[in-house]
């Protein structure tokens, strides 16, 4: 089993950056991806970033170029920086483990104030 904790989630102005965290409860070395989804009300959620346990990332079109997605095996944290944030970047942001199963935290709400 394992538990994930995101933090760093607020209010932020258009134009400027935040950086979530998500902490695990053990190692995430191994972790075959992680990953960042989000979920607006009334939307389907979606998938934003991904990294693999080699190091290779992904991004939804609608965030390249403006979100990075890195871990820290040794802090046991994957993050995303958002830079250039839109209200449309407005949603609840989930960290997701695929390690075997898939484990899920339980959010962080980010807001993006025009």
């Known amino acids: 089993q394992v538990q994930l904790v995101e933090s760093g989630g607020g209010l932020v102005q258009a134009g400027g950056s935040a950086r979530l965290s998500c902490v695990a409860s053990r190692s995430i070395s191994s972790f075959n991806i992680l990953r960042w989804y989000r979920q607006s009300p009334g939307k389907q959620r979606e998938l934003v970033a991904s990294?693999?346990?080699?190091?290779?990332?992904n991004y939804a079109d609608s965030v390249k170029g403006r979100f990075t997605i890195s871990r820290d095996n040794a802090k046991l944290t994957v993050y995303l920086q958002m830079d250039s944030l839109k209200p449309e970047d407005t949603a609840r942001y989930y960290c997701?483990?695929?390690?075997?199963?898939?484990?899920w935290g339980q959010g962080t709400q980010v807001t993006v104030s025009s």
């Open positions: 997701n483990a695929l390690a075997g199963p898939n484990y």
């Open positions: 990294i693999t346990s080699g190091g290779h990332t």
